[in-house]
T-cell receptor, first 118, second 112 residues
């Protein structure tokens, strides 16, 4: 159980293109989804927290107009990197947490999206 | 400021040996401490987690030891196997909060 699917797994595109990444919880309902960015050989950096039906909460230093997050349902959140540039190239990972009550439910991660901007 | 400090950065262990990774935290409000395993090109997978009301939790070859007074916790991998070669992240969070604070990661290599 607790499978999170992320799509696409790898995308290469030209500078200036907007790229959408999908994150789906396949076998559970996720009240909250998270978007992380990870540079090679580094830890995960939380970009934003996405709650179903409400606006995402962005971490300090993350441009909300650059990284658009939509959490339209309890099983789907999307991250759109708008007008992507080479410095946006990175490994983007989403995670989802159960809808059940109780504190500190585990976060379950997708397999990430490797974004390369030429 | 790094909320969770992790060491070592890299670790090489012989097959069959014990791998030990350590983490320390400052925020006494943290009450949930998971460990994640990440293979190259994949997302992190939850390995094992502990709450501060116990000092140890064991699942198969993986054990978390927790020292509340020292604000430290560690992951022990017994009988380490080459398939355990991955990057391991400790993390911490507090009740009522969304954020997981990750350590900097330990790259484990188990040599045959």
């Amino acid at each position: 159980g607790a499978v999170v699917s992320q799509h696409p797994s790898w995308v290469i595109c030209k500078s200036g293109t907007s790229v959408k990444i999908e994150c789906r919880s396949l076998d559970f309902q996720a009240t909250t989804m998270f978007w992380y960015r990870q540079f090679p050989k580094q830890s995960l950096m939380l970009m934003a927290t996405s709650n179903e039906g409400s606006k995402a909460t962005y971490e300090q230093g993350v441009e909300k107009d650059k990284f658009l997050i939509n959490h339209a349902s309890l099983t789907l959140s999307t991250l759109t990197v708008t007008s992507a540039h080479p410095e946006d190239s990175s490994f983007y990972i989403c995670s989802a947490r159960y809808r059940e009550t109780g504190y500190n439910q585990p976060q379950h991660f997708g397999d990430g999206t490797r974004l390369s901007i030429l | 400021q790094q909320q969770v400090k992790q060491s070592p950065q890299s670790l090489i262990v012989q097959k069959g040996g014990i791998s030990i990774i350590n983490c320390a935290y400052e925020n006494t409000a943290f009450d949930y401490f998971p460990w994640y395993q990440q293979f190259p090109g994949k997302g992190p997978a939850l390995l094992i987690a502990i709450r501060p009301d116990v000092s140890e939790k064991k699942e198969g070859r993986f054990t978390i030891s927790f020292n509340k007074s020292a604000k430290q916790f560690s992951l022990h991998i017994m009988d380490s196997q080459p398939g355990d070669s991955a990057t391991y992240f400790c993390a911490a969070s507090r009740a009522g909060a969304n954020n997981l604070f990750f350590g900097t990661g330990t790259r484990l290599t188990v040599i045959p």
